[in-house]
């Protein structure tokens, strides 16, 4: 496709319930991010990959969070025994990761919500 | 602490008027500077952005925003505001190469007739 997407667009898991969030960047695109948005808040990063490797994961808020990229493309976020406060929407971003920002840009999935009861 | 800032949380301007908003950070060095816009339901989408050079940099939609490193501020404006521009507005900057963006709390922008 021509954008960043991500499937699947809403999600609601029970407490305690693994969910898998998948995000499809644009082709050839190297860098992959996640970023979670909570209600009325900015943004928050969480995991950044540059291919296949996974070159920063500060942002992820425990260890139940996990995220991959096995082969330098579609990347998937696992969240294992979902908790209320996992309740936002997680977006992905790709790029290409080119080393001059006034052309490189960050593609914005339009996100999954998650909302756990 | 480093941070980025938007002090208004929301904004409700007139159609037609109009539209300014504000933005500072606070790092050491002058950051990439960006404004995004997120409708609902929506990806987030990217305004403009800054590097270096012209204060004064044009995006898309009929925004602009002017860098002040003085003020530390990059705040976004916009002569006349029509209704599809109520939105969510970021303003969010990347410190360096291969980096994240930092994004600020956000201002909702309202657009009465």
């Known amino acids: 496709g021509a954008g960043v997407s991500q499937s699947p667009r809403y999600k609601v898991a029970k407490r305690g319930q693994d969910v898998a969030l998948r995000c499809d960047p644009i082709?050839?695109?190297?860098?992959l991010f996640w970023y979670q948005q909570a209600l009325g808040q900015g943004p928050e990063f969480l995991t950044y990959?540059?291919?296949?490797?996974?070159?920063?994961k500060s942002g992820l808020p425990s260890d139940r969070f996990f995220a991959e990229r096995p082969e330098g493309s579609v990347s998937t976020l696992k969240i294992q025994r979902t908790q209320q406060e996992d309740s936002a929407v997680y977006l992905c971003?790709?790029?290409?990761?080119?080393?001059?920002?006034?052309?490189?840009?960050?593609?914005f999935g339009a996100g999954t919500r998650l909302s756990v009861l | 602490a480093q941070s980025v800032t938007q002090p208004d949380i929301h904004i409700t301007v007139s159609e037609g008027a109009s539209l300014e908003l504000r933005c500072n950070y606070s790092?050491?060095?002058?950051?990439?500077l960006f404004w995004y816009v997120q409708s609902p339901g929506q990806g987030l989408q990217l305004l403009l952005k800054?590097?270096?050079?012209?204060?004064l940099v044009q995006g898309i939609k009929g925004f602009e925003a002017e860098f002040k490193r003085s003020q530390s501020s990059f705040n976004l404006r916009k002569p006349s505001v029509h209704w599809s521009d109520a939105a969510e507005y970021f303003c969010?900057?990347?410190?360096?190469?291969?980096?994240?963006?930092?994004f600020g709390p956000g201002t909702s922008l309202s657009v009465i007739p």
């Open positions: 790092y050491g060095a002058t950051p990439y």
């Open positions: 990959f540059q291919n296949e490797a996974q070159l920063d």
């Open positions: 971003a790709s790029s290409l990761e080119l080393a001059d920002l006034r052309v490189d840009i960050q593609y």
């Open positions: 969010a900057v990347r410190l360096a190469s291969y980096d994240k963006v930092i």
């Open positions: 800054y590097f270096s050079g012209d204060t």
């Open positions: 082709s050839g695109h190297v860098s």
